[in-house]
């Protein structure tokens, strides 16, 4: 977290702790803090401070969404992408179940849906559409603004998961024609457990909780005002972070590797992303050893998204967007953000070389590419 963001939420554990439902003082100073932090979070994304429903993170927004609109039909069709982020992958698999249908779209090898197929896998009983805005593992930022036009005219409601865009690019959802967008505090120096579903006026969801009626009868449970508060200053601070900066740092880490290391590549370079996402392939090396040996010189990298770093099946995304699994598990992804350093990218270009080299070393793969 942000040292500001560790700031504001202190004084709501320790002066500031009452029950934001309650009517006492402590309950409506809670409340009061709530609501601004409501106020700065719909701000990041050009929302109404009623459009804004506190969840617990990112999954449970993503399942809010879809669940949601789901419960209010006994079936239908779902349009998504074979590229979503686990919770909206397992959701949309786990409605299947229960007599849904739903079309998986393919991607470009940049992993871009194209309109086009949104269009066209439109039926007269689709219900939902949902694609995510940016991509978790390669950074792709997908044509929302186009697929909210194709949604509006058939009538069908469109959900995004922002999680990865919302605090790293532009993002107003009135413009990108959204009916629902997922957010999460901790992917922009906010605490993890809390996240923000945007749900467009006029939109009825059905509650996946039900209790005291918190957030409007949208979410009960009492609210997590620490968190809250703290996800309201990390989007104050996004609203204003210099992303052109980390770019140009992605940028430069990308292009010294390049030509440091032979045989590497920067999965879908040619799509417009996010500023803070690398995705790069290492030929010849395999990508568990790459993340061991990056962290015992203290860099935290991942081989695909962190949900599902512990699985040995290769990423569903990169065999998406038409990688082997050979070259899938050799992928590494570099997360950085407005606190990495120019130091920061001076030592993962120094250190990285030598750790590709000796891994190579162990590959016969690699050894008969020399012998040729």
């Known amino acids: 977290m942000r040292p500001e963001v560790v700031a504001a939420m202190m004084p709501v554990f320790t002066e500031n702790f009452g029950n934001a439902s309650s009517i006492h003082w402590?309950?409506?100073?809670?409340?009061?803090?709530?609501?601004?932090?409501?106020?700065?979070?719909?701000?990041?994304?050009?929302?109404?401070?009623?459009?804004?429903?506190?969840?617990?993170?990112?999954?449970?927004?993503?399942?809010?969404?879809?669940?949601?609109?789901?419960?209010?039909?006994?079936?239908?069709?779902?349009?998504?992408?074979?590229?979503?982020?686990?919770?909206?992958?397992?959701?949309?698999?786990?409605?299947?179940?229960?007599?849904?249908?739903?079309?998986?779209?393919?991607?470009?090898?940049?992993?871009?849906?194209?309109?086009?197929?949104?269009?066209?896998?439109?039926?007269?009983?689709?219900?939902?559409?949902?694609?995510?805005?940016?991509?978790?593992?390669?950074?792709?930022?997908?044509?929302?603004?186009?697929?909210?036009?194709?949604?509006?005219?058939?009538d069908v409601w469109f959900h995004s998961d922002g999680v990865q865009a919302s605090g790293k690019i532009p993002v107003d959802v009135k413009k990108l024609g959204v009916d629902l967008y997922s957010m999460s505090a901790h992917k922009i120096h906010g605490p993890k457990g809390v996240g923000a579903l945007y749900v467009k006026k006029g939109t009825t969801l059905k509650p996946l909780l039900t209790g005291g009626g918190h957030e409007r009868?949208?979410?009960?449970?009492?609210?997590?005002?620490?968190?809250?508060?703290?996800?309201?200053?990390a989007a104050k601070l996004?609203?204003?972070?210099?992303?052109?900066?980390?770019?140009?740092?992605?940028?430069?880490?990308?292009?010294?590797?390049?030509?440091?290391?032979?045989?590497?590549?920067?999965?879908?370079e040619g799509a417009e992303r996010i500023p803070n996402t690398s995705n790069i392939m290492v030929d010849f090396a395999e990508g568990e050893g790459l993340v061991i040996s990056l962290d015992l010189k203290g860099v935290a990298v991942s081989t695909g998204s962190a949900c599902s770093s512990g699985s040995l099946e290769p990423s569903h995304v990169l065999t998406a967007i038409g990688k082997s699994p050979d070259?899938?598990?050799?992928?590494?992804?570099?997360?950085?953000?407005?606190?990495?350093?120019?130091?920061?990218?001076?030592?993962?270009?120094?250190v990285l070389p030598g750790i590709v080299e000796r891994l190579r070393e162990l590959s016969p793969y690699y050894k008969k590419k020399v012998k040729i």
């Open 217 to 233: 009868n949208r979410r009960s449970g009492t609210e997590n005002v620490a968190g809250i508060v703290g996800f309201g200053e």
């Open 26 to 154: 402590y309950g409506q100073t809670a409340k009061a803090l709530m609501d601004d932090a409501r106020k700065h979070v719909a701000k990041l994304i050009g929302a109404e401070t009623s459009e804004i429903v506190f969840v617990s993170g990112g999954t449970e927004a993503d399942n809010f969404a879809i669940r949601g609109i789901a419960g209010l039909k006994s079936g239908g069709h779902i349009i998504t992408s074979k590229i979503e982020h686990h919770a909206v992958m397992h959701t949309c698999k786990d409605l299947e179940k229960q007599g849904f249908e739903v079309t998986w779209l393919g991607v470009s090898s940049d992993g871009v849906v194209d309109p086009g197929d949104v269009k066209r896998a439109l039926r007269p009983d689709t219900v939902l559409i949902t694609i995510m805005h940016a991509n978790n593992e390669i950074g792709t930022i997908e044509p929302i603004a186009e697929i909210g036009k194709i949604a509006a005219e058939a």
């Open 238 to 268: 996004a609203a204003s972070a210099d992303m052109g900066r980390v770019r140009e740092l992605r940028d430069r880490l990308e292009r010294e590797l390049k030509a440091q290391i032979e045989s590497i590549h920067v999965n879908a």
């Open 327 to 350: 070259e899938a598990h050799g992928s590494l992804r570099f997360s950085l953000s407005p606190m990495t350093s120019a130091e920061d990218i001076d030592y993962v270009v120094e």
